[in-house]
């Protein structure tokens, strides 16, 4: 339990802040797409504490000002970032609203000697020579900005972006991760079962593809409880029975980890699986407090 809520921290802490998904700004060749609503997140319970909490870290108020004088991105105004990729490592586009400011990206960049500049009709895009991975990125207007490998994707991601380009047709999952979750501050959805065999993907992506077709996952803070809901879409109702199984196994060595001091009914408000076929529906719910109460302990190491 104490690392299912480290994680859930991690995840939070860097989730402050965006808007309800959009499919039309997806690629429609996309195969997997991660949001984060950072602007829900920051009028949620948790992270108003988080917020509350930054501000008694010495010098953090100094480095998130540092980080939007030099780079250009207000950390604290970031509404949304939304990646999506076809599966293949390393290869994604990123799109970020809010808290960009282009002027000051766009200095940055010129001072660097590893970042060169090209355009991509009216829009600069600073392609970054340097590690393992070369990266490129766009600064728009309106406080956006827009990430991939190269300047080709960066340019599908402006034309999306901007609506210029075909979005996302959907897919049964997102749209039922969508419709369960009122204004999920995570969310992650993999098609599965439209990813090329020839991609070179981990191996414990490739072990999910021989027993799923799709999933997806929301995290949803709501009276006073931390919803997590996964939908699993499994090959065969015998594959679907054995993700289950599986599934309960895992929640229950959770359960005999958690030390005999703690109370579990006051950690762990509800969990539920349901299935329906060689569809599974997956619900935790976690007390706000009992979050809370981990992050105040992570606060201390850092005050």
């Given at each position: 339990m104490k690392t299912t809520i480290s994680i859930l921290s991690l995840i939070l802490t860097?989730?402050?802040?965006?808007?309800?998904?959009?499919?039309?700004?997806?690629?429609?060749?996309?195969?997997?797409?991660?949001?984060?609503?950072?602007?829900?997140?920051?009028?949620?319970?948790?992270?108003?504490?988080?917020?509350?909490?930054?501000?008694?870290?010495?010098?953090?108020?100094?480095?998130?000002?540092?980080?939007?004088?030099?780079?250009?991105?207000?950390?604290?105004?970031?509404?949304?970032?939304?990646?999506?990729?076809?599966?293949?490592?390393?290869?994604?586009?990123?799109?970020?609203?809010?808290?960009?400011?282009?002027?000051?990206?766009?200095?940055?960049?010129?001072?660097?000697?590893?970042?060169?500049?090209?355009?991509?009709?009216?829009?600069?895009?600073?392609?970054?020579?340097?590690?393992?991975?070369?990266?490129?990125?766009?600064?728009?207007?309106?406080?956006?900005?827009?990430?991939?490998?190269?300047?080709?994707?960066?340019?599908?991601?402006?034309?999306?972006?901007?609506?210029?380009?075909?979005?996302?047709?959907?897919?049964?999952?997102?749209?039922?991760?969508?419709?369960?979750?009122?204004?999920?501050g995570f969310m992650v959805f993999a098609d599965l079962n439209g990813i090329s065999e020839n991609i070179d993907m981990d191996q414990r992506a490739k072990r999910m593809t021989e027993v799923m077709d799709a999933f997806g996952m929301s995290i949803n803070e709501h009276l006073g409880g931390l919803t997590i809901t996964g939908i699993i879409e499994a090959k065969s109702e015998e594959s679907s029975k054995q993700i289950e199984n599986m599934i309960r196994g895992g929640y229950a060595m959770m359960k005999m980890s958690i030390p005999q001091d703690q109370n579990i009914d006051s950690m762990i408000r509800g969990f539920s699986i349901n299935r329906t076929d060689s569809t599974l529906i997956i619900d935790l719910e976690i007390s706000v407090d009992a979050v809370i109460d981990r992050l105040k302990k992570e606060a201390q190491k850092s005050i």
């Open positions: 860097f989730s402050l802040g965006a808007k309800t998904l959009d499919p039309n700004k997806v690629s429609s060749t996309s195969n997997w797409i991660m949001h984060l609503d950072f602007d829900s997140m920051r009028e949620s319970e948790i992270g108003i504490f988080v917020e509350e909490s930054y501000n008694k870290i010495p010098h953090v108020q100094e480095k998130l000002d540092w980080v939007k004088n030099n780079y250009g991105i207000d950390l604290q105004k970031v509404s949304s970032f939304t990646m999506f990729g076809s599966g293949e490592k390393h290869k994604a586009i990123g799109i970020m609203e809010g808290g960009v400011n282009s002027e000051n990206v766009g200095k940055f960049a010129d001072s660097q000697d590893f970042i060169s500049k090209n355009k991509i009709g009216k829009y600069e895009v600073f392609s970054v020579n340097k590690g393992k991975h070369p990266m490129a990125y766009a600064p728009l207007k309106k406080g956006k900005l827009i990430v991939g490998p190269n300047a080709d994707y960066v340019s599908e991601g402006i034309a999306l972006a901007r609506g210029k380009a075909k979005g996302y047709g959907g897919h049964s999952i997102l749209s039922k991760i969508l419709k369960t979750s009122l204004s999920p």
